[in-house]
């Protein structure tokens, strides 16, 4: 990797909206949402599913953030809309570039909150990687984030906003009168950052929802992959309601070892987790789960743990990326070294699955896998009090 110092840049080129009292934030909000919401301010019956369609176009397609500039509305209706509405998205407080070209943006939210979101170019895609709740509630002992408590889920609006925040800095939205370009530079979504999306399920659901429609942002539910750490329950609803790709932060391969690099799976076992993704591929018409495996040397990265890794998921339509660990400091867990990585891989592989080394990205920012956290983030909560402001 390049030793050249990082570019840290500020970008405050999007100013903070938060909603007026009275006015409801058009970002987040699904079709139907949509059209109820339209209907609600007097848009006759006739005409509010076209409404809404127009609507849609010009913030999902066009990303405009006027009401005024949607100009194949009448000028009455425009001036009704923002009566009633904003277009709100979370604000970018900081940008920085690491020398591999990746981009960590951190973004403030409602409340004052911070998240955090990363950018990964590669030379045939390009993906992001958002977060869905600020903090986290699992507390994975090898993951920076989850030494941040979780403070708050994140709202539809506040997940999709943060593709859209993206897009505006890549300037990837389309421009009125010019040449079509379907290059994607954000080609893939992947729910990985900070938080575990499954505790998050309906805004998280939502939020999908408005990226996946094909008249807007258009992203198919195969570029967009869902990691959790083994939220049982939800597992079989994210293969009907939302039908991504999913992935599983797995790890190890005995309760033992998982209790305490996961310890969701005090909760649902290695077995209950299996169970449920076996069941995942067909419920979703996905070919595949992906198996997330961080190399920490010493504890999870034997070749017994290969061959055991290899045994549970026989019959499972999968693969199994290995990460590297990323070091943070205080992190309590060191790399697994290069040779014995390699080696585990190949025990994998031979058993017939594609076992792919994660290359560490970011890492001179903290922008790699599992070193995503609000510094300012300290607040702690609890769960009632969570889930009355997510409600409110």
């Known amino acids: 990797m390049p030793t050249t110092a990082p570019i840290t840049q500020d970008v405050l080129t999007i100013p903070r909206r938060a909603a007026p009292e009275g006015r409801m934030n058009l970002i987040g909000l699904t079709r139907a949402q949509l059209t109820d919401a339209l209907r609600a301010i007097g848009t006759p019956e006739r005409q509010v599913k076209m409404r809404a369609g127009q609507i849609w176009q010009w913030l999902y397609h066009w990303g405009v953030r006027d009401f005024a500039a949607m100009t194949n509305l009448a000028k009455d209706y425009r001036a009704k809309l923002a009566e009633h509405f904003v277009i709100a998205l979370p604000q970018v407080v900081s940008r920085q570039i690491s020398a591999d070209g990746t981009r960590k943006y951190l973004l403030r939210i409602g409340g ?231 080696a585990f891989a190949d025990i994998i592989h031979k058993a017939g699955y594609a076992s792919p080394i994660r290359t560490p990205r970011g890492e001179d920012i903290m922008a790699a896998c599992g070193q995503l956290k609000s510094e300012t983030e300290r607040a702690r909560k609890s769960r009632a009090a969570i889930e009355a402001e997510a409600r409110g």
């Open 112 to 342: 004052g909150h911070e998240v955090e979101t990363v950018y990964i170019p590669e030379e045939s895609r390009g993906t992001l990687c958002i977060s869905s709740q600020v903090g986290c509630t699992l507390t994975c002992s090898f993951c920076h984030t989850g030494t941040q408590k979780l403070v708050r889920n994140l709202t539809a609006a506040e997940i999709v906003g943060q593709l859209m925040l993206a897009r505006d800095d890549l300037g990837e939205w389309p421009v009125p009168g010019a040449p079509k370009n379907e290059t994607r530079l954000v080609s893939n979504l992947v729910l990985m950052g900070m938080g575990e999306p499954l505790y998050n399920f309906d805004s998280v659901r939502d939020a999908m929802h408005v990226v996946m429609d094909h008249e807007g942002l258009s992203l198919s539910r195969r570029r967009i992959t869902l990691s959790t750490s083994g939220v049982v329950p939800e597992i079989a609803r994210c293969a009907t309601e939302i039908g991504c790709l999913l992935a599983v932060s797995f790890h190890a391969t005995t309760d033992a070892v998982r209790d305490t690099l996961v310890p969701i799976n005090r909760k649902w076992n290695i077995a209950t987790l299996l169970d449920a993704l076996r069941a995942y591929p067909r419920l979703s018409n996905s070919e595949r789960i992906t198996f997330e495996y961080v190399m920490l040397k010493g504890v999870n990265d034997t070749d017994a743990d290969a061959r055991r890794l290899v045994r549970l998921i026989a019959g499972i339509p999968a693969k199994i990326n290995l990460i590297p660990f990323n070091e943070w400091p205080g992190a309590p867990y060191e790399r697994s070294d290069w040779a014995r990585i390699e």
